[in-house]
């Protein structure tokens, strides 16, 4: 019997999910468990995340080809319709979900993870790394993430939301070359990709449209104000305002201005370090 935990990852969805994943990974510690990933580019460069087993499987339905009969999964992914989930839940002798969504509901055989649910076999809490929770200087005034996949090049049509802020820019896993270069040109400060941690630990105010940034962020002690991106969930809108954080529609220069003249005096709530609760409640799951 083995473990595994699926996430879907991708150039059209980012690597929000794959974030989360090594993050409570990294909180088993030494439990023998191997990625998923539905991006083989994902799977090679896992082990910078401290993930030491991880296998590109394309789509979900290819999971079978990987783990077996009786094994145990953790499942983080919306690519499975019900009746798809119910035949995990029966194939798998444990199956553990990552939900995001404030309507779900946790099904006979499965055990959940959820920000908004509580009850039986159900965990509520949100995985951040507790490496964020140690308060760096922000030297960095102001940043922005728009996420690690911009397949449409919509930041590149939406510049003109930041005119005269000048913040610096965190480059996305998933920008094409030639898109990544002309990002460069079209601002004064960048970040490469490897360096998403430090960004977001040295930032005092983030602007994104990830929802795992702005969770770090404000676990970092920064202060994000939140994009929401027309091709991504609104599941987490709810989350963020009971933590107080400012959400931007439809690129709204005007409403971010207000927000950023005023942003010293918000008040932020305070969020719980989640990692080892969930990491705890895994194990206990797992039997292990």
Do not use: W
């Not at 995340?49 to 009969?69: E, L, M, T």
């Not at 055989?109 to 922000?138: M, Q, R, W």
């Not at 490897?194 to 920064?222: C, F, H, R, W």
């Amino acid at each position: 019997m083995k473990f595994f935990y699926y996430v879907h990852t991708g150039h059209r969805i980012g690597l929000d999910r794959f974030r989360r994943a090594a993050t409570i990974i990294r909180a088993l510690g030494d439990v023998d468990i191997t990625l998923l990933s539905s991006d083989f580019r994902i799977a090679q460069i896992a082990k910078n995340f401290g993930i030491k087993n991880s296998v590109g499987i394309d789509v979900v339905r290819n999971i079978p080809q990987i783990a077996h009969y009786g094994d145990k999964l953790i499942f983080d992914s919306e690519e499975a319709n019900p009746i798809m989930l119910d035949d995990m839940r029966k194939y798998f002798s444990t199956f553990i979900r990552v939900s995001d969504a404030e309507n779900d509901t946790k099904m006979e055989k499965e055990f959940l993870i959820s920000p908004y649910l509580e009850g039986e076999n159900i965990c509520h809490g949100y995985a951040i790394d507790d490496t964020f929770f140690v308060h760096e200087e922000k030297t960095i005034k102001l940043s922005f993430f728009f996420g690690d996949d911009d397949y449409e090049k919509d930041l590149e049509k939406n510049l003109p939301f930041l005119d005269g802020l000048n913040p610096h820019l965190q480059l996305g896993f998933y920008y094409f070359l030639d898109y990544e270069d002309l990002l460069k040109k079209k601002f004064s400060h960048y970040h490469e990709f490897e360096e998403y941690n430090e960004m977001i630990k040295k930032t005092d105010i983030l602007i994104t449209a990830s929802p795992q940034a702005v969770l770090e962020s404000l676990a970092s002690g920064g202060k994000p104000i939140y994009i929401q991106r027309e091709d991504y969930i609104v599941d987490f809108q709810k989350l963020f305002l009971k933590l107080n954080i400012p959400i931007i529609l439809n690129y709204d220069k005007s409403e971010l201005s207000v927000i950023l003249k005023t942003i010293n005096n918000h008040e932020y709530s305070k969020i719980e370090k989640d990692s080892n609760k969930i990491a705890n409640f895994i194990k206990q799951s797992l039997n292990l």
